[in-house]
């Protein structure tokens, strides 16, 4: 029965808002662009390992790439703005806040993790399941989660966040990465990016040379391609940190107190 209620929401969502599945457009008349994609684009289908990989790649989709979605990180604007599109809300409650000037700007750890929430969201909600229940995180949970994605701590990374919580795997075979998982990665000019990643760029003996990916960039949101230190480019392979949501199955237990807190 309860599978049955969430069904009934999610098909409500898509039919007639699209704002069941991310809360921040409270005026019905100004749907985003991303919701209004989500709204009518269908169900995602699974991979074989049942990762998050595809509906990361779905959720990409729904995002303009004609600069209509800027870039910003002003300093002391964290009270009133968190790097996310729209306002991410979970158990009820405003885990990120959209920049107030209504732009839908974002800067590079908002953006993806605001594709991280929308996407788990859909599965979820694709799913039956409830949308507000990232294997049992409660809200301080997933607040902490955010933080340690955002690099609050020394370590910190998208991947640490990801394997803290259970929900997937550290990728450390490049061979191995996979289109829609969650990278950082770190330049020799002092300079750092959350993306996803989405493939690699390979030289003539197929040496892998750079990356291409999806984020929030200096000219606003979409794909950009970048090279390692030692093929002409800033990129330091010592600091790529690659992690991989999976399958709900193989979600893990965590335990709060082995996990480093960002919020004391």
């Known amino acids: 029965m309860k ?3 969430y069904l009934c929401i999610f ?3 898509l039919y007639f808002s699209g704002c069941a599945l991310f809360e921040g457009d409270e005026n019905p008349g100004d749907i985003s662009p991303v919701n209004s994609w989500l709204a ?3 169900d995602v289908l699974d991979d074989e ?12 989709r729904g995002y303009p790439l004609d600069g209509s979605y800027p870039y910003r990180w002003e300093k002391n604007e964290y009270d009133i703005y968190n790097g996310v599109t729209e306002d991410l809300v979970y158990r009820e409650r405003i885990l990120a806040r959209a920049h107030p000037n209504g732009t839908r700007c974002s800067n590079c750890c908002g953006l993806t993790f605001e594709i991280f929430f929308r996407s788990m969201r859909l599965r979820n909600l694709q799913k039956g399941m409830d949308p507000d229940d990232f294997n049992s995180m409660n809200f301080d949970d997933l607040f902490n989660m955010m933080l340690i994605w955002f690099v609050v701590g020394k370590g910190d990374s998208p991947r640490e966040a990801i394997t803290y919580y259970g929900l997937g795997e550290a990728v450390d075979d490049w061979e191995e990465a996979r289109s829609g998982d969650f ?3 770190s330049r020799n000019n002092g300079t750092g990016h959350s993306v996803i990643f989405i493939s690699w760029l390979r030289d003539e003996k197929d040496r892998i040379a750079g990356l291409r990916y999806f984020s929030s960039n200096s000219k606003g949101v979409g794909f950009l391609e970048e090279r390692f230190s030692d093929t002409g480019g800033k990129v330091l392979r010592e600091y790529v940190h690659i992690g991989r ?3 709900m199955e193989n979600y893990r237990a965590f335990d709060r107190k082995a996990v480093p807190n960002r919020n004391p």
């Open 3 to 5: 599978r049955l209620v």
């Open 11 to 13: 098909l409500f969502a």
């Open 40 to 42: 009518r684009a269908g």
């Open 49 to 60: 390992e049942g990762s998050l990989n595809p509906y990361v790649l779905h959720v990409i």
């Open 183 to 185: 990278m950082d990665i």
């Open 245 to 247: 949501v999976g399958s």
